[in-house]
């Protein structure tokens, strides 16, 4: 493939797909005021008749020579050149370059005659170039009618998610109600625009646009992976609404359907347990967590989950269950905030870490399990997910340059994008780094809380233990009361009431009810 891919570079055929709308690109192929430079003018002409061949590794090479006569394109001419050339580049394949020339028409403003002709291709390049994190911003010079018709919902929701990222709120709400039904980015919209709504307090706005979410998903005949998810998400998002505002029991609806196929599926499971603790279903929140202690998800990250237990168990004054309970937490996860300390103090540096990082993915080398479980989901991260593929892009550009062997490849333009790829790609892996750090230090800081609270309900059930042994040897007639037999549980037609016998059935998985007694004096 990497060879294929060298032979189309030399041959000056390498260009990516591109639709039939994306192809009517606007190329301006009429006479341009020479104002007084005739070669410049002569130029251009050749370039876009170059062009217009399909021949852009010759255009590109003269539209730069053009470009490079002033470091501001300010005649006609000149902007015509830059504005060309970022399509041209585009066309070979080569996106960050092309974004690179994009930007100065970009940073002229509106005064630069091709600024709303560029709107449209920062659309493209925001599929090519998704991790970019600075696309955003660029987009963000724009307005919603400065783009063509088409593009403005997709560009809508662009706008909505950088004011959403910068924390404007009200802003980025404006955008996303331009964006229509139609739109492929209707349902990520509809689902950013409940999260804003949710960050200013506004549970009812929020609930509405999550139905929206619902009812546009459920509308496809044939949903994609996509799709699907997006419903689950809205699914878990009201959960977690209602959950935040007091209505456990209407938490518990929407967390249950949530199907168990769903890469959701467990997340929902374990914030259903908090909603069952909340309603004093100490059973079915203990037996949620018994699913999530099977085999079958040995290699998932649930710390809190023996936390809640353990408060459980303590709530029932099950004090040895509380005690093993709690034990277990800190043999497992106290080793596991001290491996990750480790990692953040020996490499301070964002880029370092990055690199470090990168390398334990692609070497294979040996870690702990829970510290795998925690890099995977950190590079699991959307936006750090973004930003390494990124890279990656970045790469593909500079490894498709130099191994070229076309007088192409040696020109001034190919070492000028060369060089600005280098740079973008160090700042790049600078901010990947920064967001592993902040990720590892966030779960650094929860472990120390979750241990921190772990010792607190130690506290607790010594002093309770402390308080029993008093009372009685001062005879206080302190008496267990609890029934002898555990809760009856009633079945229908459908299931059966089956004892655990320490082996788990996937079948099984989300159904389990733990038998427990108050042990608490009356």
Avoid at 138 to 163: N, S, W
Avoid at 204 to 226: G, H, I, M, Y
Avoid at 471 to 477: A, D, I, Y
């Amino acid at each position: 493939m990497r060879a294929m891919l060298l032979l189309l570079l030399v041959t000056g055929l390498m260009a990516p797909p591109i639709t039939a709308r994306a192809a009517d690109d606007g190329m301006d192929f009429a006479p341009v005021s020479v104002e007084g430079d005739k070669e410049a003018a002569g130029e251009l002409e050749e370039a876009l008749a170059a062009y217009k061949r399909r021949d852009w590794f010759r255009a590109s090479v003269i539209l730069h020579r053009v470009v490079s006569r002033n470091e501001v394109a300010v005649t006609p001419i000149e902007q015509k050149a830059e504005y060309s050339l970022g399509k041209t580049l585009y066309r070979l394949g080569l996106f960050q370059a092309s974004l690179n020339f994009f930007d100065r028409v970009v940073q002229a403003g509106p005064e630069h005659r091709y600024f709303k002709a560029t709107c449209k291709w920062l659309y493209y390049l925001s599929r090519k170039l998704s991790g970019d994190p600075g696309l955003l911003e660029k987009i963000a010079k724009f307005k919603t009618d400065d783009c063509p018709v088409e593009f403005r919902p997709e560009m809508a929701y662009l706008l909505g998610q950088y004011h959403y990222k910068k924390g404007s709120m009200p802003q980025a709400l404006e955008a996303l109600a331009k964006v229509t039904p139609e739109s492929r980015y209707y349902p990520k919209a509809k689902y950013l625009q409940g999260i804003a709504y949710v960050r200013q307090e506004e549970p009812k706005p929020a609930v509405e646009a999550f139905k929206d979410l619902l009812r546009s998903t459920a509308e496809s005949n044939n949903p994609s992976e996509d799709l699907k998810y997006f419903n689950q998400l809205a699914v878990l998002s009201m959960a977690r609404v209602f959950y935040s505002t007091g209505q456990f029991r209407q938490a518990v609806k929407y967390y249950d359907q949530i199907p168990l196929d769903s890469v959701l599926w467990l997340d929902g499971l374990f914030e259903a347990s908090w909603s069952f603790f909340r309603l004093n279903n100490h059973e079915k929140a203990l037996g949620n967590l018994h699913t999530l202690n099977s085999p079958f998800f040995a290699d998932e990250y649930f710390p809190e989950a023996p936390i809640l237990a353990s408060v459980i168990f303590y709530s029932n004054c099950n004090y040895e269950k509380t005690r093993e309970t709690i034990n277990d937490f800190r043999a497992t996860f106290e080793p596991l905030r001290d491996e990750i300390k480790g990692y953040l103090e020996s490499y301070s540096d964002p880029t370092e870490l990055y690199e470090f990082l990168s390398r334990l993915q692609t070497s294979g080398k040996a870690l702990s399990p829970r510290v795998s479980q925690i890099l995977n989901a950190a590079f699991q991260d959307q936006q750090l997910k973004r930003i390494a593929a990124y890279v990656k892009e970045l790469d593909r550009e500079v490894d498709l340059i130099r191994r070229s062997k076309s007088s192409w490849a040696q020109s001034e333009l190919a070492k000028l994008i060369v060089q600005e790829i280098e740079v973008i790609k160090s700042l790049a892996q600078h901010e990947a780094g920064g967001l592993a750090k902040a990720r590892l230090s966030r779960v650094n800081n929860e472990l120390n809380d979750l241990i921190s609270q772990s010792l607190k309900v130690e506290f607790e059930v010594n002093t309770a233990e402390k308080g029993i042994v008093e009372n009685r040897l001062q005879g206080s007639g302190f008496e267990n009361k609890s029934a002898a037999k555990g809760p009856v549980y009633a079945t229908d037609d459908e299931h059966i009431y089956w004892p655990f016998t320490g082996e788990y059935w996937r079948d099984e998985l989300g159904y389990y009810l733990y038998t427990i007694k108050s042990e608490c004096g009356r």
